[in-house]
């Protein structure tokens, strides 16, 4: 399979519990995005990576959430000290530049 | 009042209707996508346009850049397209290629 990927598919944790989530992009792509998705709601954008570089943040993006893309290849999104409203579908995007973005099936976090 | 707009929310359809699910936006954008997403939550690019309209298969979308909205068709509606359609545009003001999306509109075909 040579899509996107994610790992893992489901996170349960409790609250204050650390959590990282990985993503695979397609080999060649070198954009990667991380949107996040409560019930219900369309997905948001939290930031994304041209190669290694982390070019966006949103201001959801808290100082309790991490993610890096140390070789311009996988990323990684952490969370710190999680609180019940960081329950969300997590969803990672990979693109060639600007052209279509490809996703993952997502990591769903339940904090409880 | 949110960037991305899409009505319905909910649509219900026979089989083999044809249905329109509509997307209007607010802001300058410099392509919109049109997703679609089953449950259990994988998403699926369906179509990237920036002018005009395309087609695939059963589907089509077509966009208005003057009035700012777009439209996904499905032709000969089938149980399999039951799901939730998702609108996102790049705007144009924000950096790099990061995605606004609307809400979505939950598709269910009945056979």
């Known amino acids: 399979d040579t899509g996107v990927s994610q790992d893992p598919r489901h996170k349960i944790t409790k609250r204050g519990q650390n959590v990282t989530f990985r993503c695979d992009p397609i080999?060649?792509?070198?954009?990667l995005y991380w949107y996040r998705q409560t019930l219900g709601q369309g997905p948001e954008f939290l930031t994304y990576?041209?190669?290694?570089?982390?070019?966006?943040k949103s201001r959801l993006l808290s100082d309790r959430f991490s993610a890096e893309r140390p070789k311009g290849s996988f990323s990684t999104l952490e969370i710190q000290r999680t609180e019940q409203g960081d329950s969300a579908m997590y969803l990672c995007?990979?693109?060639?530049?600007?052209?279509?973005?490809?996703f993952g099936a997502g990591t769903r976090l339940s904090v409880l | 009042k949110n960037e991305v707009e899409q009505s319905p929310q909910n649509l219900t359809a026979q089989e083999g209707e044809f249905i329109t699910i509509n997307c209007s936006y607010s802001?300058?954008?410099?392509?919109l996508h049109w997703l679609q997403q089953h449950p259990g939550g994988g998403i699926v690019s369906l179509f990237m346009?920036?002018?005009g309209k395309k087609k695939h298969g059963r589907l089509i979308a077509t966009i208005n850049i003057q009035e700012k909205h777009s439209s996904l068709h499905i032709t000969a509606s089938h149980p399999r397209d039951s799901a939730v359609y998702i609108c996102?545009?790049?705007?144009?003001?924000?950096?790099?290629?990061?995605?606004?999306f609307g809400e979505g509109t939950q598709l269910t075909v009945n056979p």
């Open positions: 995007a990979s693109s060639i530049g600007r052209d279509i973005q490809y």
């Open positions: 080999s060649e792509h070198n954009r």
């Open positions: 990576f041209q190669n290694e570089a982390q070019l966006e």
């Open positions: 802001v300058g954008i410099s392509a």
């Open positions: 346009l920036s002018s």
């Open positions: 996102a545009v790049k705007v144009t003001e924000t950096s790099g290629s990061r995605l606004t």
